[in-house]
């Protein structure tokens, strides 16, 4: 079932988008505290997994559910395509006139639905929780995130809210806008503050995961980091010129001391300092060159033009009454 195929399809009040990787044991306990959340605002809902090439069973426990439930309904990618990619497409497909991102794991507590619709009714288009305490994070993660959102907001003119991730309500406005950004490294945090309209803090407590361990090895944080970071800023490419400068800089300090004792009468023996010269400089500019490369390679990636994912197989319930062909 292709995805233009249901674009037909009725408009709900409200979709909660989960992305889920290996997420087995998780799976039931998400849909239970996600429907009681949905069924305190009526029963308009829709409640969208999409399974990014789980290898675990999640598939089929997911598939299980969309079978029973016409509120569920399970896209499956045709590989794993990673966090970010599999929240982009459950957020391409939803339909919801308000939309909530939701992890698989239970870190962040679909009860707070409620106080977060409240607040959208205040007049804002995004609701993006912010964490507050994060219980059973290393101080390893919790040290790196908190310097990767200060380096970024250094680099970035888009305001970026630190200790805030996916977890947010939008409303179909800003979603239709972040649907319109066809980029292939997404961050998507940031790519809703760059959006605007209105958005507000949605201060709470994340949890510990409720089964499993995290799937952001130390890997792909480093990898969403540079993602973040060169999606919104070109400022490491500024960074040559400045290196450039200040190693010049430099250059002219040393000449200046060589001179010097020169001219009173020592002639500086040089071959140590030469050679830690020349490799300094070298490793500046394969440093230098290496960001070019960061950028030329999405560059090119970008210019395929590939679709983002490909599909497997949708499995929705009331798809598939309302419209025979799915
Ligand atoms: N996830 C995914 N594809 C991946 C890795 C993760 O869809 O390749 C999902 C995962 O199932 C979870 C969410 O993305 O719902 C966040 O992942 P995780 O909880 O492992 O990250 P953390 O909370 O530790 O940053
Ligand atoms: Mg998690």
Excluded at 9 to 26: F, I, K, Q, T
Excluded at 106 to 112: G, M, R
Excluded at 176 to 186: F, I, S, W
Excluded at 189 to 215: C, D, N
């Amino acid at each position: 079932m292709e995805i233009e195929k249901v674009a037909a399809r009725h408009a709900v009040m409200l979709s909660v988008v989960v992305p889920c990787y290996n997420e087995l044991d998780g799976v039931a306990e998400l849909y239970r505290r996600v429907t009681a959340a949905c069924l305190e605002h009526g029963s308009s809902y829709e409640i969208v997994l999409v399974i990014d090439g789980a290898t675990d069973g999640t598939r089929e426990a997911v598939f299980r559910l969309a079978e029973t439930d016409d509120h569920v309904v399970a896209i499956d990618l045709a590989r794993n395509y990673g966090h970010q990619i599999a929240l982009s497409a459950g957020l391409e497909f939803c339909r919801g006139q308000r939309i909530l991102i939701l992890d698989a794991d239970l870190q962040d507590p679909p009860e707070l639905l409620g106080a977060m619709m409240t607040k959208m009714n205040e007049g804002f288009d995004v609701v993006y929780g912010q964490r507050l305490k994060r219980d059973g994070e290393s101080w390893f993660k919790l040290a790196s995130a908190s310097m990767f959102y200060r380096l970024l907001r250094r680099m970035v003119d888009v305001e970026i809210a630190p200790n805030s991730g996916d977890f947010r309500l939008m409303s179909r406005r800003a979603l239709d806008h972040l649907n319109a950004m066809p980029e292939r490294y997404r961050f998507i945090r940031g790519m809703v503050s760059w959006i605007g309209l209105k958005q507000v803090a949605f201060p709470y407590e994340r949890h510990r995961r409720f089964a499993g361990t995290t799937h952001y090895p130390l890997k792909k944080m480093i990898l969403l980091a540079v993602d973040a970071m060169t999606s919104f800023s070109v400022a490491p490419l500024r960074f040559a010129s400045l290196l450039g400068m200040m190693f010049g800089l430099l250059g002219l300090v040393v000449l200046g001391y060589t001179l010097f004792e020169w001219s009173v009468g020592n002639v500086l023996p040089g071959w140590t300092s030469l050679a830690a010269i020349m490799l300094i400089l070298g490793s500046v500019q394969l440093m230098v060159l290496g960001i070019f490369g960061e950028y030329l390679g999405r560059m090119y990636m970008e210019t395929k033009r590939r679709p983002l994912y490909f599909v497997n197989e949708i499995v929705a319930r009331s798809q598939a009454t309302e419209n025979t062909e799915l």
